[in-house]
């Protein structure tokens, strides 16, 4: 079974049914159309017969790297709609980064460190009057095989100013690193970015540089703007397998997902501007085309150009 992407998308009539999931500030419509297929019944775990036959056929087990690196980047996908479902408002939240002193590996480790430092930091809360928090927490490795957290904390109201030097207490470890979400409308894609793009130059240290990089705008520490080739998905072939990438407090929210129609679909998203579209087929191992699967994701904070004339 294999996946391709099409050169032109393929979206559902009025009346076909789609799977509308709303994440704070992005909209994410799913719809898939299936091709009939012959009905199977399972024998076990290795076997299998063909009801419209009677023909008795062996399953194909297979583990492949891209196995790993599918569930890695469902993982990310995760992280990224659960921040966009928490994260309206970027005021009301702090994006942190947490790293050790020495070159620390053990992912056990820095969790056990993270939920002390949770601990520290919700006493530090209470005890200057500050609004709690809820909040998401992922582990980014390194090229050198080092690992540092990145915190989301999520207030419901404006974010409290923390020193950083405070911060540095709490943590312990290391030296923290507190980034600005300013003008950002869709924080999901921009901090999950850190888990799974790499800059050229690391990519290429580790061999994990594939086959093309993109250069981005990004600004630093000092408000300046730079130029930095990425390549897109390469951190992803660092993670383990079975790797648990990132964490959450109880009270983060879930998307809201609903069935509609697509005719229904578009009424309830309105205006919020088209920001991405693919459509894939899904191919069995004779060759046919199982099924066909539409995803399109819309921004409210971006409203769509009305049809000229």
Not at 170 to 182: D, M, S, T, V
Not at 233 to 256: D, E, T
Request: some cysteine; overall charge positive.
């Amino acid at each position: 079974m294999k996946i391709d992407k099409l050169q032109e998308n393929v979206r559902p009539h009025a009346e076909g049914l789609v799977r509308l999931k709303e994440m704070g500030n992005i909209y994410e419509v799913r719809s898939m159309s299936r091709t009939p297929t012959m009905p199977i019944k399972k024998l076990n775990k290795d076997y299998f017969v063909e009801l419209g036959t009677g023909e008795v056929k062996e399953f194909k087990h297979t583990e492949h790297r891209t196995d790993n690196l599918t569930s890695v980047a469902q993982s990310v996908k995760h992280m990224r709609e659960y921040i966009n479902t928490n994260v309206i408002d970027p005021r009301k939240a702090l994006f942190i980064t947490l790293t050790y002193a020495e070159n620390m590996q053990d992912p056990k480790r820095l969790y056990n460190d993270f939920r002390k430092f949770n601990m520290r930091l919700a006493y530090y809360i209470r005890k200057n009057h500050l609004p709690i928090y809820e909040y998401l927490v992922a582990i980014e490795p390194q090229a050198r095989g080092s690992l540092h957290a990145h915190l989301l904390l999520i207030f419901q109201k404006k974010a409290p100013f923390i020193p950083s030097v405070d911060l540095a207490k709490i943590w312990g470890h290391g030296f923290i690193k507190i980034r600005a979400l300013k003008n950002i409308d869709n924080i999901g894609a921009y901090l999950s970015a850190y888990l799974g793009d790499m800059e050229l130059g690391e990519a290429l240290g580790v061999g994990t540089s594939g086959n093309s990089f993109k250069v981005v705008e990004t600004t630093d520490e000092s408000g300046k703007r730079q130029s930095k080739a990425i390549v897109k998905g390469a951190r992803l072939r660092l993670y383990p397998k079975g790797f648990r990438l990132f964490r959450k407090s109880r009270g983060i929210v879930l998307p809201v997902i609903k069935d509609f129609t697509e005719a229904e679909a578009m009424r309830e998203i309105g205006n919020a501007a088209l920001t991405y579209e693919k459509t894939i087929k899904i191919v069995d191992d004779s060759g046919k085309t199982c099924s066909i699967i539409n995803y399109r994701h819309y921004n409210k904070k971006r409203k769509s150009k009305p049809p000229e004339g």
